[in-house]
């Protein structure tokens, strides 16, 4: 496997289910992240991990939650999802540096999930 | 208004054309990023760039940290361009990155 993988690829799932999604990179990066990409709408940054830390939380609901065990591996619990939750979520990793700045980010092909 | 704004929001062109896709911000960065992403939704990083001109293959992008614009220039278009392109941005007092809404392309035989 190369580059940043995701399964799975398509999940429908009801409100009261509980699912996860996976996140695989093996570019050797240090942070990882989840986007989530509504019709219309633009990506959304959703969490980032660097160095396996959350970093940052962008005012996300609690029916998501984020869990990165290694720098390589990245999960996304979901529980309790509305309707309005279906969309195209993406992880991303890229290598970061103190100094900051945008560094560049490899993509997942994402998962498309739809809540019924 | 949004941080990063795009231009045209769509755009179909004949194949071989030159196309260029706009992106205004408003906020200080230390770089900007230009994506693609397919129909399928996997997105392919394409530019990171933070002054300057950047060339690969038919692909050319500028920026002017001044004017905060950057340009993503296509030259001899094809329908495998046929994607919507994202604009990206870091600002340089926070660890946030704020995405443009997409520029869709339609690239007709």
């Known amino acids: 496997e190369t580059g940043v993988t995701q399964t799975p690829r398509h999940l429908v799932m009801g409100m009261t289910n509980k699912k996860s999604l996976k996140c695989e990179q093996h570019l050797g990066h240090n942070a990882m992240y989840w986007y989530k990409q509504s019709a219309k709408k633009p990506l959304e940054l959703m969490f980032v991990?660097?160095?396996?830390?959350?970093?940052e939380n962008n005012s996300v609901p609690s029916r998501f939650s984020p869990e990165c065990p290694n720098s390589s591996h990245l999960f996304l619990h979901l529980h309790t999802l509305q309707p309005e939750d279906s969309a195209l979520y993406l992880c991303?990793?890229?290598?970061?540096?103190?100094?900051?700045?945008?560094?560049?980010?490899?993509f997942g092909p994402g998962t498309r999930l739809t809540v019924l | 208004k949004n941080e990063v704004e795009q231009s045209p929001q769509n755009l179909t062109a004949q194949e071989g054309e030159f196309i260029t896709i706009n992106c205004s911000y408003s906020v200080g960065i230390s770089a900007l990023h230009w994506l693609q992403q397919h129909p399928g939704g996997g997105i392919v990083s394409l530019f990171m760039?933070?002054?300057g001109k950047k060339k690969h293959g038919r692909l050319i992008a500028t920026i002017n940290i001044q004017e905060k614009h950057s340009s993503l220039h296509i030259t001899a278009s094809h329908p495998r361009d046929s994607a919507v392109y994202i604009c990206a941005v870091r600002k340089t007092s926070y660890d946030k990155v704020i995405f443009g809404p997409g520029t869709s392309l339609s690239v007709i035989p």
């Open positions: 991990y660097n160095f396996k830390e959350q970093t």
């Open positions: 991303a990793s890229s290598q970061v540096s103190v100094a900051g700045g945008l560094h560049e980010q490899f």
């Open positions: 760039l933070s002054s």
